[in-house]
């Protein structure tokens, strides 16, 4: 992935002393766009951005985030902060929409978006870009914030570039920002922990070997299969919409069929993977059944996990594990340098994804210093109630 210097798109970095509001005046603009009715030539510099950004943040390329803002952004205030060159090529893009509340406190702010099934916050950013995009985003803030107090930012990987540069950029600019809530969930790095403790490695393929030989006993041999052709997507879709429905999260009415929006964007977003070569879609049979399903997806060094769902009737043999089992030995044929699952917050580690990747969701202060301290009291004020509430 070609880096690319700060210098190549804006003098924006080079500090406060030159101009207050380096959007307007380095070279840089930021718009907000209307996600619906993009005009022909902004949608196709998304795309053009999305083939150059970083690979850290699958789910903000414009191929998902696109039909993500269609069937699930149905907020009115929702747009797309857009920070673009003089040639009008888009150097950066994050959704944002306006909330008055953080968890049960009041804090009217610009959020970034997420639709249910993205897990990671990041902006989409030319590499290199991060500082330069988060200077000119919060510069535009602070000129113009409405009503807001500060931009909340989830979902952000404390090891990712653009969390690093937001920090850093807000320790030079003596800009207030709070993390609200951190968390981990499992991953796997090119040189992981399993490499170093081959013993729990060994300890659970025994536990698993045991498992698949009942499930081949009750069932018939049991099998692998990764779908790669494209003729093969719709089928699988179906066959995995069907599968979660019939579990636990069908009564819950959490299943994505569940739902026509997140239906629909999980057709479109395995479709558009599929296309690109960037999907990967798995079953496990069991004889002539399906017993567990999962898809995943990999780009340039770094993959992510999507969905999984398995038969219930046959849960005793863990076949949602057997199958996670397959993909972990996928994944040392061709690693990517890092494998986040993706996993609900709290999920522990094993062998299979024994390293941790930390998270966290971050308050950013915005406008002058009257609107700071407005904020810097809220926060306070919110730290002592959570306190007390713990205590």
């Not at 210098?7 to 840089?28: E, N, V, W, Y």
């Not at 999920?347 to 210093?369: H, N």
């Amino acid at each position: 992935m070609k880096s690319f210097p700060e210098t190549a798109f804006a003098s924006a970095a080079q500090g406060h002393a030159r101009a207050k509001h380096p959007d307007a005046t380095h070279g840089l603009k930021v718009d907000f766009l209307a996600p619906s009715g993009l005009a022909i030539e902004e949608r196709a510099r998304w795309a053009r951005l999305s083939a150059r950004a970083g690979p850290g943040n699958i789910f903000a390329q414009d191929w998902f985030m696109e039909p993500a803002l269609r069937h699930c952004g149905n907020a009115t205030s929702l747009r797309l902060a857009v920070v673009r060159q003089l040639t009008g090529e888009w150097l950066g893009v994050v959704p944002l929409t306006f909330e008055t509340s953080l968890g049960n406190g009041p804090l009217p702010s610009r959020h970034t978006w997420l639709a249910t099934n993205q897990f990671i916050g990041t902006p989409l950013i030319l590499p290199g870009a991060e500082r330069v995009f988060w200077y000119a985003l919060l510069a535009r803030l602070d000129r113009r914030p409405g009503v807001s107090l500060a931009l909340c930012c989830e979902g952000l990987p404390l090891d990712d570039p653009s969390t690093l540069a937001l920090n850093s950029l807000c320790a030079e600019q003596d800009r207030l920002i709070h993390c609200t809530s951190r968390f981990e969930r499992p991953a796997r790095l090119a040189r992981s922990k399993h490499a170093e403790n081959p013993g729990a490695t060994r300890k659970l393929d025994k536990r698993l070997d045991g498992l698949e030989q009942r499930l081949a006993q009750a069932l018939g041999p049991v099998s692998f299969t990764l779908h790669t052709r494209l003729e093969e997507t719709d089928a699988w879709i179906a066959a995995f919409l069907a599968l979660e429905r019939a579990g636990w999260k069908g009564r819950a009415a959490s299943a994505l069929a569940c739902c026509t929006s997140t239906a629909g964007l999980f057709r479109e977003v395995i479709r558009n993977g599929q296309r690109l070569g960037v999907a990967r879609l798995a079953s496990l049979r069991a004889g002539d059944r399906i017993v567990a399903m999962s898809c995943w997806f990999v780009d340039r060094g770094q993959g992510f996990g999507f969905k999984m769902a398995y038969g219930e009737t046959w849960r005793s043999h863990a076949p949602g594990r057997l199958l996670m089992r397959y993909v972990a030995g996928h994944l040392d044929d061709d690693p990517p340098v890092l494998f986040d699952t993706c996993n609900r917050p709290g999920t522990p580690s094993d062998a299979l994804w024994p390293d941790r990747r930390e998270l966290g969701s971050f308050v950013v202060a915005i406008g002058g210093w009257c609107r700071r301290a407005m904020l810097a009291g809220l926060l306070d004020a919110r730290s002592r109630w959570q306190e007390r509430k713990t205590a």
